[in-house]
């Protein structure tokens, strides 16, 4: 149980366009999903909270209209990277909360986003 | 806000020697949780605990959760090559934060056959 997928897992976009990511709870509903960011040999960066239902809380530093962000329902939230340039090029990794007394938080395996 | 002090960075050890490592903080923790990451792989959980002194094993790993509150250590035992990965701690102050996890920094766990 507790899986998390992610659709792409890699993607290479040209500077100036948009990509967006995928994350879905396959056999749990998750009002609650976590969108981080991770450089190559640095921990993971939480670059978001998506709530199912309601607009997302982002993290102090993280630009709200460049990395748009959608929970339309209780196994899906999306990230769009926006006129994506190649600093945004990272490893983003989305997780996934059970609903309930358990705060255990599953990850998706990742997109590796590369723009050039 | 919340920090986590990981320890050690990373290490270097010969299949089959015993593994251990720790995490730290300046904030008390409701909830600790250890997971291990593999190259272009998200996390997996490997271990929750939740109450204070708890001590959890899953095979050949086992965590505990520090009676402060304020740290956990995370031993591996009779290390095999498969273990080879980053290990995360994170904590998490529960009904807070939108149960939001603090991660360390990771340690980088080479294990040489």
């Known amino acids: 149980g507790a899986v998390v997928s992610q659709h792409p897992s890699w993607v290479i976009c040209k500077s100036g366009t948009s990509v967006k990511i995928e994350c879905r709870s396959l056999d749990f509903q998750a009002t609650t999903m976590f969108w981080y960011r991770q450089f190559p040999k640095q921990s993971l960066m939480l670059m978001a909270t998506s709530n199912e239902g309601s607009k997302a809380t982002y993290e102090q530093g993280v630009e709200k209209d460049k990395f748009l962000i959608n929970h339309a329902s209780l196994t899906l939230s999306t990230l769009t990277v926006t006129s994506a340039h190649p600093e945004d090029s990272s490893f983003y990794i989305c997780?996934?909360?059970?609903?309930?007394?358990?705060?255990?938080?599953?990850f998706g395996p990742g997109t590796r986003l590369t723009v050039t | 806000g919340q920090q986590l002090n990981q320890s050690p960075q990373s290490m270097f050890i010969q299949e089959g020697e015993d593994v251990s490592m720790n995490c730290t903080s300046s904030?008390?923790?409701?909830?600790w949780l250890w997971y291990k990451q593999e190259p272009g792989e998200g996390p997996v959980l490997l271990i929750a605990?939740?109450?204070?002194?708890e001590l959890t094993s899953n095979g050949r790993l086992t965590a505990q959760f520090g009676i402060t509150r304020k740290d956990s250590f995370l031993n591996i035992s009779a290390s095999i090559p498969s273990d080879v990965g980053i290990y995360f701690c994170a904590g998490q102050i529960v009904n807070t934060n939108a149960g939001k996890s603090t991660f360390g920094d990771g340690t980088t766990l080479t294990v040489k056959p």
């Open positions: 904030s008390i923790f409701n909830t």
């Open positions: 605990l939740y109450k204070a002194g």
């Open positions: 997780s996934a909360r059970e609903p309930g007394g358990s705060y255990e938080q599953y």
